[in-house]
Every structure is written in C-alpha cells, then in structure tokens.
C-alpha cells in the first residue's frame, strides 16, 4: 500500500505541474480517494474469509484479523 501511495503522490504532483484546472485536480484526487476506500473496504472484508493458518501466513493472529476487519474503510 505505501507504495500505491508513493506513487499517486507522484502523480498528483506531475498533475499539478502541467497546470491542469482546479476542478480536474480535486476530480482525479477525488477519485484516488475513493478507490482506496474501496481497496481497504475490500481488503478488510477479505480477512473475515482468511483460515488461522492463511493469517498466519501473513503474520497476523485472528484477533488481530477480526479488530482491522472491523475498522472503518477511511481509516488507515
């Protein structure tokens, strides 16, 4: 995820940079938003499904799948 968000940091500042109108610039940020709400809704869900060994896998217990499933999706 850091780098999905490293690389949207780029682009928005190649955005800018090119004097792209105001409205274009809060459109594309606000989609960028909402598509990584989307990720994290989706992510979040997906722990729900995961066995205790598929979580183990990648290094979380069930409490802690169940707590960041159950986080809100503009949450980090």
Known sequence: MAHALTHTHEVMKHLNQRG???VAVLAVKF???VTNWA?????????KQL????????????????SEASRVFWKL
């Open 20 to 22: 792209m109108p105001i």
């Open 31 to 33: 989609a960028v938003c």
């Open 39 to 47: 990720t994290r809704y989706r992510t979040r869900q997906a722990l």
């Open 51 to 66: 066995e205790p060994w598929q979580l183990r896998d990648v290094g979380l217990t069930p409490d802690q799948a169940l």
